[in-house]
């Protein structure tokens, strides 16, 4: 890696616009089918190449500092394949959190992507498109989706994707919660059976997103019920967006986080001052 160059990257939040849980796989895992576009909310990732080893700092956020962080791994992962190349040199990376921890919004994974986006450009020898992919996939499954820089359809364990050109442009409020849900017991609560080797029609995403009215009549989330039991407020906060004038609202991912969907800045500023804010909750504006 050179070391002259310092870069900095922008690594956004997600959302889940529609997803299905189609059922459990054998190994533990499920599969899913989902809508997942990035938006306008984002941590600052910042790459300076050193001669020693591999560190990563999280102003304002301790504990993620180190070797704890799933960045950390990327680097790891990504510099010892890139080892094969001669080329050895460590990294200091710099996270400046704006996006909510644990909050189903793809933060962690949205860093790591960052990180092997990062050093590929530093790279003496790039890695191809490809081999970026295999080590994004080992090391999580939302973190592909955030190498693809757009919305996709993501399928089996989310590393199966599919982008998609024509999505409706949106605002979103997100309203993040003072606490956190454990995907583990989000997902095993639903209690499914393993995954069939067919699957119902009605677990299939619509083939167009273009129009915003459709694209609002479609929002799901299969794990939200799931969610809403461990945490009843969740349902309180989607209806609270719906009454304010979101044309529709849900849980991202496995929550906690949800968010309410509209079609201009305009229809969500006049939502911010009609709404109920939950007690210690965050509420933050982003477009997709």
Known sequence: MSTMETISLQAPAKINLYLRVLGRRADGYHNIESLMSPISLYDTITLE??????????????????????????????????????????????????????????????????????????????????????????????????LKSGPCIARGVGHDLEKVADLAKFWVLLASAPFGLSTRQVYESLNLPLTSKKTDGTNCAPVSFAGFEQLAASLHNDLQQASARIKPVIEKVCKDLIKSGASGAIMTGSGPTVFGLFRSEEELLAAQTKIEREHEWQYLVAKG
């Open 49 to 146: 190449p050193s001669s020693d080893e591999i560190s990563v700092t999280c102003p304002g956020h301790s504990e993620l500092d180190g070797s704890n962080n799933l960045a950390y791994r990327a680097a790891v992962a990504f510099t010892t394949e890139n080892a094969q190349s001669g080329d050895r040199l460590g990294v200091s990376i710099r996270i400046e959190k704006k996006i909510p921890i644990a909050a189903g919004l793809g933060g962690a994974s949205s860093d790591a992507a960052s990180v092997l986006i990062g050093l590929n450009k530093l790279a003496k020898k790039p890695l191809a498109a490809k081999k970026l992919h295999e080590i994004s996939a080992r090391l999580g499954a939302d973190v592909p989706f955030f």
